[in-house]
């Protein structure tokens, strides 16, 4: 069970009417009681939501998760595991990628689960067309939160066989957390 209850079973109207009343509150496309801070547990919660616990918040998600994006994304992105063999309902306005999720690459908060700050940041210089001094900041913000470097980041896509994009994501790694 998640330690945060995301109230579902309402309708958005009913929703918006309990936001009016003071009774909750939105946070990313959830909404929490009042009394509940918006922690990283909150925000992993938030996340999924009322989702299928398959899917694991990632990307810019994971990184409004761990407090280093002021907001989530529209549409969210998240990652489910090859193995799931699990794809959205067609009218989720969510961004979903198949990969392989190896142990420590998710963080899980009761039922919701989030990448890893060091996985965010390689999925981040993986799959982001542009890696802009945004994304570079954001890299770095993760692997200060998450205690890891840039030879601890090589070595994790190093581990991953045919990894699609490492080379590139280990040159934009490099940027990104090289001392300058």
């Avoid at 990283?40 to 990632?58: D, K, Q």
């Avoid at 994304?135 to 993760?142: P, Q």
Wanted: hydrophobic letters at 45%; one cysteine or more; proline letters at 8%.
């Amino acid at each position: 069970m998640t330690p945060y209850p995301v109230l579902g079973g309402l309708s958005e109207v009913e929703l918006q009417a309990a936001v009016l009343d003071g009774e909750c509150y939105r946070l990313g496309d959830a909404y929490l009681p009042i009394g509940v801070q918006p922690t990283i547990e909150a925000r992993a919660a938030a996340a999924i939501g009322i989702r299928s616990p398959r899917l694991v918040a990632a990307l810019a998600t994971a990184a409004w998760v761990w407090g280093v994006l002021p907001a989530p994304p529209a549409p969210g992105e998240y990652l489910v595991d090859i193995r799931a063999r699990w794809r959205p309902p067609a009218p989720d306005r969510l961004h979903v990628t198949e990969s392989v999720l190896r142990p420590g690459d998710v963080v899980r908060f009761g039922d919701a689960a989030v990448t890893s700050p060091l996985r965010t940041a390689i999925d981040l210089a993986r799959f982001r067309t542009e890696f802009a001094d945004a994304e570079a900041a954001l890299a770095r913000e993760l692997a200060e939160l998450g205690g890891f470097g840039l030879a601890e980041a090589v070595d994790a896509m190093e581990r991953g066989r045919n990894l699609h994009g490492k080379r590139e994501a280990a040159r934009r790694l490099r940027s990104a957390l090289s001392p300058s």
